[in-house]
């Protein structure tokens, strides 16, 4: 049998909801099936919105759903080292440049080129001289992944990028990588010392994921994911991304639902299974 090795990988900013949940249950079940491994990653690296009673709740909740995970955890916040790691090596490599603006003068900008609002960020460096005002200056700044570097370092590779993808009846998909559906993506952020997509690709490639398995939320996530690893030279996860479960408005469930978290269920005495049910896996 091939290895699988899959993660459940939460961001402590709050109460798991029914749909963590589920997502939950279908990492776990598709290991179950191929007699894999899960392991479990606290992706605490926004440190304005996460909190470590978040993760004690996460590891209570998913104990509750009767939900087994390898020792030792990886918790994120304890390995910035590792990203900074990354975002050098590919500051080395050429790929990257820094980012004075501010979220408020990209939108502006983009507004006014009539791009529509969050359209992919594309960028270039400051010429030497500005770049050394802003730093004199204190500015802050992030690092930020140019893809027009990024194609010319890998050539004809970069337009055959692609990555396998797993579909709900285990049908598999070659899908063409559109890492510009992103534009150039922040590698760190002003109040981080990382971004998720470093972090991310990092750590599946340290702990050897061979299938990562998430909401169609994060559908998107894979077509930038496949140029990190590329860039980084590590190994490709296959993808599978599960229906989410929606809230009574008919959009994704939000933490702010707090009458739908694990914990709110369960002091209201609904089992894991009944749980379970409601999540409609
Ligand atoms: N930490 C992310 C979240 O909670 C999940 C990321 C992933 O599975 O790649 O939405």
């Known amino acids: 049998m091939t290895e699988f090795v899959t993660r459940f990988a939460p961001s402590p900013t709050g109460l798991l909801h029914l749909g963590h949940a589920a997502s939950a249950w279908h990492v776990w079940e598709a290991a179950r099936r191929a007699g894999g491994r899960v392991l479990l990653r606290i992706e605490d690296i926004d440190l304005g919105r996460c909190r470590p009673e978040f993760t004690d709740a996460i590891l209570e909740d998913l104990a509750w759903l009767g939900l087994a995970w390898e020792e030792p955890l ?48 594309k960028g270039s460096p400051l010429s030497p001289s500005e770049e050394a005002r802003q730093l004199e200056a204190g500015r802050p700044y992030t690092w930020r992944l140019s893809l027009s570097a990024c194609r010319e370092y890998l050539g004809d590779v970069y337009d055959t990028l692609s990555f396998s993808l797993c579909s709900s009846d285990g049908g598999m998909d070659t899908m063409k990588a559109r890492p510009d559906l992103h534009g150039d993506i922040n590698l760190t952020r002003k109040d981080s010392p990382t971004a998720y997509h470093v972090a991310s690709t990092h750590d599946d490639a340290l702990q050897g994921i061979t299938h990562v398995i998430r909401g169609e939320d994060l559908a998107d996530a894979a077509h930038m994911h496949v140029l990190i690893q590329a860039l980084m030279g590590w190994s490709q996860p296959i993808y599978t991304h599960h229906p989410l479960v929606l809230g009574p408005d008919g959009k994704k469930l939000a933490k702010r639902f707090a009458s739908q978290s694990l914990a709110s269920l369960r002091a209201e005495g609904l089992t894991p299974d009944q749980v379970r049910r409601l999540a409609g896996v």
């Open 74 to 121: 990886r918790v994120q916040s304890n390995h910035f080292d590792d990203y900074d790691r990354v975002v050098r090596r590919l500051t080395e490599m050429g790929l990257t440049y820094r980012c004075f603006r501010s979220r408020t003068q990209i939108a502006q900008e983009q507004a006014e080129a009539g791009l529509p609002p969050g359209a992919p960020f």
